[in-house]
C-alpha cells in the first residue's frame, strides 16, 4: 500500500501538492493542533515569539507530509527541490573519509539523496520509524542510492564506531535530543542536551570535518550550503554552526521537534 501511495504522490505536480499543504497547515493552524503548540513553544523560547516565523515555519512544515513521499516515490525528485548551481559544490579530498553533521531544516531525505550522490558507500546514521513497515520501505529507498542506513541506538553505534575506525564515510543530523546520553550546551541562549557523537568523533582527526545544510533558495526552492570545519569540534561549536544556518532561513527549521526537553534545571521540558 505504502509504495504505490508514494509512486503516486511523487507523480503530482510539486506545486499542487505545496497548495494541498497549505489548506491542511492553516486547518491545523485554526485547531491548534500539537505540532503547532510545539513550534510556537520553541520560537517563543528562542526569538522571542515572532508570529512571522512561527507562521511560515508550520507552512514549511506541513509541506514536508508531502515532501517526504514526494521523493520516497522517486528519488530522482530531489533535484526539482534544490538549486541546480548549488549542488555543483564538490569535496576538497575525494579520498579522505569525512564526517558530515547536518540538522532537520527542511526534508532530510531530499539531503540524504544529495549527499549520497556525492559521496559513496555513505554511512547513515538514522532513528528507525516506529512502524515496521514503513521502516523497511524507506530503509530500502534510502539505500538504494548506495547509502548504508546505521541506526542510532546500541548496536547501531557500536558498528558506526568500527565503520568509522575502517575509515568509511559518516552522515547524521545531530541536532536531535539523545535517547540517553549527551552533553549540555546552549541553543539560542537556552540549555538543551544534546548529541556529542560528532565532538567525539572528530577529536580522533582521522576524517575531514563538514557541515550541509539548506537555506532558502529562488521559487521555494533550497539552496544546498557545504562547509569546511576545522576538526576537532565541541557541541558548543556545533551549536554555533546551527544557529548560524538557522538565522539565514529561520523557517526552514524543524521547530515542530521538541527540543527542550531533558532539561537539567526544576524544569524538565518547556511543553
Keep these: 500500500m505504502f509504495p504505490i501511495l508514494f509512486k503516486l504522490i511523487s507523480f503530482v505536480p510539486w506545486f499542487l501538492l505545496v497548495g494541498i499543504s497549505r489548506v491542511l497547515a492553516y486547518m491545523f493552524m485554526w485547531l491548534n493542533s500539537s505540532q503547532y503548540k510545539?513550534?510556537?513553544?520553541?520560537?517563543?523560547?528562542?526569538?522571542?515569539?515572532?508570529?512571522?516565523?512561527?507562521?511560515?515555519?508550520?507552512?514549511?512544515?506541513?509541506?514536508?507530509?508531502?515532501?517526504?513521499?514526494?521523493?520516497?516515490?522517486?528519488?530522482?525528485?530531489?533535484?526539482?527541490?534544490?538549486?541546480?548551481?548549488?549542488m555543483a559544490y564538490k569535496f576538497f579530498d575525494e579520498k579522505k573519509p569525512k564526517i558530515v553533521f547536518s540538522m532537520h531544516m527542511g526534508c532530510v531525505d531530499v539531503m540524504l539523496f544529495l549527499i549520497s550522490e556525492k559521496i559513496k558507500g555513505l554511512n547513515i546514521v538514522?532513528?528507525?520509524?516506529?512502524?515496521?513497515?514503513?521502516?523497511?520501505?524507506?530503509?530500502?529507498?534510502?539505500?538504494?542510492?548506495?547509502?548504508?542506513?546505521?541506526?542510532?541506538?546500541?548496536?547501531?553505534?557500536?558498528d558506526l564506531y568500527k565503520r568509522f575506525f575502517e575509515g568509511e564515510n559518516i552522515i547524521m543530523a545531530s541536532d536531535?535530543?539523545?535517547?540517553?546520553?549527551?552533553?549540555?550546551?546552549?541553543?539560542?541562549?537556552?540549555?538543551?542536551?544534546?548529541?556529542?557523537?560528532?565532538?567525539?568523533?572528530s577529536e580522533r582527526d582521522t576524517h575531514d570535518l563538514y557541515f550541509v545544510y539548506f537555506t532558502a533558495g529562488k521559487n521555494k526552492k533550497y539552496r544546498f550550503n557545504c562547509e569546511k570545519i576545522p576538526s576537532p569540534m565541541s557541541?558548543?561549536?556545533?551549536?554555533?554552526?546551527?544557529?548560524?544556518?538557522?538565522?539565514?532561513?529561520?523557517?526552514?527549521?524543524?521547530?515542530?521537534?521538541?527540543?527542550?526537553?531533558?532539561?537539567?534545571?526544576?524544569?524538565?521540558?518547556?511543553?
Excluded at 40 to 54: P, R
Excluded at 178 to 201: A, M, Q
Design 126 to 158: 538514522y532513528t528507525k520509524a516506529k512502524n515496521k513497515h514503513i521502516e523497511d520501505i524507506t530503509k530500502k529507498i534510502r539505500e538504494s542510492r548506495g547509502a548504508n542506513m546505521v541506526s542510532a541506538d546500541s548496536a547501531g553505534i557500536k
Design 235 to 271: 557541541v558548543d561549536q556545533m551549536n554555533k554552526c546551527f544557529e548560524r544556518a538557522i538565522n539565514k532561513s529561520p523557517e526552514l527549521y524543524g521547530w515542530e521537534y521538541k527540543k527542550f526537553r531533558k532539561l537539567s534545571g526544576e524544569i524538565k521540558n518547556i511543553y
Design 176 to 201: 536531535l535530543v539523545p535517547h540517553k546520553k549527551g552533553t549540555y550546551s546552549n541553543w539560542f541562549g537556552k540549555e538543551c542536551l544534546c548529541v556529542d557523537l560528532v565532538e567525539k568523533l
Design 38 to 86: 510545539v513550534t510556537k513553544n520553541n520560537i517563543n523560547h528562542c526569538f522571542g515569539g515572532d508570529k512571522a516565523i512561527i507562521n511560515k515555519s508550520f507552512l514549511r512544515t506541513t509541506e514536508l507530509l508531502f515532501e517526504y513521499p514526494y521523493v520516497w516515490g522517486n528519488p530522482e525528485n530531489y533535484k526539482n527541490l534544490v538549486e541546480k548551481d548549488s
